[in-house]
């Protein structure tokens, strides 16, 4: 993850990074170092279907290296 990478996302929003693992992923902490305002779901996906909190799915965004 870089500035050049990341140009076009908003760092006016709030994005929330998941994972499965207790620790703070890459994603994560790369976003954070980068200036974005990150949150990390606790308990990742798994958690989040476990509590029967909605899902909803749309088209995959295009991975920029």
Request: with cysteine.
């Given at each position: ?11 006016n ?10 620790y703070p992923?890459a ?18 996906s ?20």
């Amino acid at each position: 993850m870089t500035e050049e990478s990341t140009r076009d996302l908003d760092r006016n929003l709030v994005y929330v990074c998941y994972c499965e693992s207790i620790y703070p992923n890459a994603a994560s902490q790369g976003a954070y170092r980068l200036g974005f305002t990150v949150k990390r779901l606790s308990g990742g996906s798994t958690t989040w279907l476990a509590h029967g909190y909605p899902t909803e799915a749309g088209q995959p965004v295009p991975w920029k290296s």
